[in-house]
């Protein structure tokens, strides 16, 4: 290694020129500000790090000036939130990208908070410099923009980077508020449904009957105008519930009159019952409402807080690639073999029949070390505030593989976090041995090629009282799949979403746990379908698979369970069964005896 690699005294001298750079701060002499400037005075520290390339090799030192936002007198009057990619997504992102055999490029975003929107003129704040910058003792800093340790850092970071690729003509998702899609027009699309306009508060055109519809279809398509014209004057009326402060009812009444523009009555010459429930589903629907019909999907871009992941055609590349070196300072930059989030993302085999998107934490896995103790110790005997501390990193470092990629430890690492709050040394022992299961056997999630209708399957399970503390445990996986073939029951897919987690309400009986196991599954997977809508331009089906029979056959009937306070899931459950929402519920035969 060179020592200008390994110097942190250059890493600080980085970090130094980057506040000068971006335009941070203002020289302010502390001397002379009143006393009610100096209330807002924050402190700061050196925070050093080492950087480590993808096969877990030094690559160089990092140092950040990183404020004590704790503080910040004004940190109580921030907006402070700051949304970073779903888990789901991701995948999701990956499926499209093995789908269409689309590149993937990573994109760091340099010194990312320093980079974010300027402060407006409230915000007031002075903080200290690091002493190698080279000032007086008595100099400081009155802030422009936000620095690392700012509770409002984040927030101010993602605006700026929102606005620009919403500028680049990106549209978020609906499910999913840091994945964005570029869509284009498809030429001569025949357009069976309605989208309202985010922005415009519009509606597009309607569906049409043409000659070549049959009488049935010209039918349907004359029933679908008036929901749909029908959505759009519930949409009118919601709006005018806040531009008149109207109720509810009054502003259906407006609307329906004509007073807003809008014609008083619904499409056709004769006018149907207003139908509140359909309108009200079809702008709600995960399906119909997204922004994709019509449209060819060009490519699309995860975001988290600084790392840019991104796969799209050449056009989509030039576009949002280019524009982000334009806007932003970029760090590094790779393509199909990445890291994104902690996760090594790598085409594997790429342009055979082979390929396929490979996603893994190796590297995070070699760094899990086990918790330190003596273990001559009784089982029963409380940790030392020493062990806690220990419990509660090595959790933590857990918690962000199995939550990734580490499927394998979902219900063991749920029964540890159980213990987190007053950890035992058999809890030590027990997290201990789920340090060494992840670290024996190499798990990744592999994303290859689906071709035709892809459609979601859902898989929930549920074991009544069977932890420890007598509680019931739930879990799910959940599936996009390939389309079932004719007299196969075989089929291939990818790993989208899972989990384990314990029934935090009381359940009384087994069917009672699969309920709530099935319908936290069921919702899961209309919020996949409407992110996979979105990003992929096509929809999907849901079909849901349960070994507990009872289910399937209670959908069929008018039997009501004991549990009164979960008659109205069971009746959601039939409702969407009989709807058609589930397009397949079947009962599957449980093999074998695992956990979920």
């Not at 600080?12 to 002499?29: A, G, H, R, T």
Request: charged share 25%.
């Amino acid at each position: 290694w060179s020592s200008d690699v390994c110097s942190s005294d250059l890493a600080k001298k980085n970090e130094i020129q980057s506040w000068i750079d971006n335009e941070v701060y203002d020289l302010v002499d502390i001397r002379t500000l009143t006393h009610e400037q100096k209330k807002n005075f924050v402190t700061g520290r050196w925070v050093l790090t080492i950087k480590r390339t993808k096969e877990g090799t030094f690559a160089k030192c990092k140092a950040r000036w990183v404020l004590r936002g704790f503080q910040d007198a004004q940190h109580w009057d921030l907006q402070t939130d700051s949304p970073t990619s779903t888990r789901p997504g991701f995948r999701l992102q990956c499926q499209v990208a093995a789908n269409n055999n689309w590149d993937l490029t990573h994109v760091d975003l340099k010194t990312a908070f320093l980079q974010g929107d300027k402060f407006g003129s409230d915000r007031n704040i002075v903080c200290q410099l690091p002493p190698e910058a080279g000032y007086y003792p008595w100099q400081g800093a009155r802030l422009k923009r936000a620095a690392c340790g700012l509770n409002d850092a984040p927030r101010l970071w993602w605006n700026k980077l929102d606005k620009a690729l919403r500028g680049y003509g990106l549209i978020p998702t609906r499910a999913d508020r840091c994945c964005y899609v570029l869509y284009s027009s498809l030429p001569n699309a025949k357009k069976r449904s309605v989208h309202f306009g985010e922005e415009s508060g519009t509606q597009e055109a309607p569906l049409t009957a043409t000659a070549t519809d049959s009488e049935s279809e010209k039918e349907a398509i004359y029933a679908d105008q008036q929901i749909c014209k029908q959505a759009f004057q519930v949409e009118t009326a919601l709006k005018a519930c806040v531009d008149y402060q109207l109720q509810p009812e009054e502003a259906l009444e407006y609307v329906l009159a004509g007073k807003d523009g809008s014609p008083s009555k619904p499409l056709g010459q004769t006018a149907q019952p207003f139908n509140l429930d359909k309108s009200l589903d079809l702008l709600l629907d995960p399906v119909t409402g997204s922004a994709a019909h019509g449209k060819k999907v060009e490519g699309l871009v995860n975001i988290h807080v600084d790392d840019a992941l991104m796969a799209g055609t050449e056009y989509f590349r030039k576009l949002v690639v280019d524009g982000l070196r334009k806007d932003f300072q970029v760090g590094s930059e790779d393509t199909n073999d990445v890291e994104f989030v902690g996760q090594r993302v790598r085409w594997r085999e790429k342009g055979t029949k082979d390929a396929h998107i490979r996603v893994d934490q190796e590297k995070k896995v070699e760094e899990l070390m086990e918790v330190q103790f003596d273990k001559s110790l009784d089982g029963k005997v409380k940790c030392t505030p020493d062990l806690h501390r220990q419990f509660r990193s090595v959790l933590g470092q857990i918690n962000w593989l199995q939550s990734r990629t580490q499927f394998q430890a979902c219900y063991q690492f749920s029964r540890c976090a159980s213990a987190s709050a007053g950890p035992t040394i058999q809890d030590c022992r027990d997290l201990n041995k789920l340090v060494r299961q992840i670290r024996s056997v190499i798990i990744d999630l592999k994303f290859w090629p689906i071709h035709g209708k892809a459609r979601l399957i859902g898989y929930p399970d549920a074991a009544f009282r069977n932890n420890e503390d007598k509680t019931s445990q739930r879990g799910q996986v959940i599936f996009l799949a390939a389309e079932r073939k004719t007299n196969s029951p075989n089929s291939y897919g990818s790993l989208v979403d899972y989990e384990s987690q314990k029934i935090k309400r009381t359940t009384l009986s087994t069917t009672v746990a699969e309920l709530y196991a099935f319908m936290k599954c069921y919702g899961t997977c209309q919020f996949l379908r409407g992110l996979w809508m979105d990003i992929s331009g096509y929809p999907a089906e849901v079909h849901m698979r349960t070994d507990a029979n009872n289910l399937v056959t209670t959908a069929q009937t008018t039997h009501l369970p004991e549990q009164k306070e979960t008659i109205h899931m069971i009746n959601q459950l039939r409702t969407e069964a009989s709807s058609g929402a589930i397009d397949d519920l079947a009962h599957v035969v449980k093999i074998g005896r695992a956990h979920v």
